[in-house]
Nanobody, 123 residues
Framework: QEQLVESGGGLVQAGGSLRLSCAAS????????MGWFRQAPGKEREFVAA????????YYQDSGTGRFTISRDNAKNTVYLQMNSLKPEDTAVYYC????????????????WGQGTQVTVSS
């Protein structure tokens, strides 16, 4: 099975930056679409970004466009989410997701999920 472990969350001031990492255990990591979701208190989990297995195709939610960048290093079995110009409304638990099918990942039905990492942005 694909095991995902997130790291890099923390507390930052508004306007600051964080880089989240998600390390995967499977040798077949390079075959998976990878993505990030987040869930804020009292809200539904929402899609943040995704990247195709090749790294050539990326998708972002509207609120993250221009501020967030997803990337991957298949040699390291790791996907990243660089978050700049953070806002208090970005505060949430961020989850890493993996799936062989992008559509299924986007719909929130990923085959594999990490445990989440907390991101808190203070005003």
């Amino acid at each position: 099975q694909e095991q995902l472990v997130e790291s890099g969350g923390g507390l930052v001031q508004a306007g600051g930056s964080l880089r989240l990492s998600c390390a995967a255990s499977e040798r077949t990591f390079a075959m998976y679409t990878m993505g990030w979701f987040r869930q804020a208190p009292g809200k539904e989990r929402e899609f943040v970004a995704a990247i195709a297995s090749s790294g050539g195709i990326k998708y972002y939610q509207d609120s993250g466009t221009g501020r967030f960048t997803i990337s991957r290093d298949n040699a390291k079995n790791t996907v990243y989410l660089q978050m700049n110009s953070l806002k208090p409304e970005d505060t949430a638990v961020y989850y890493c997701a993996a799936d062989r099918d992008y559509s299924r990942l986007y719909r929130g039905s990923s085959e594999y999920w990490g445990q989440g990492t907390q991101v808190t942005v203070s005003s």
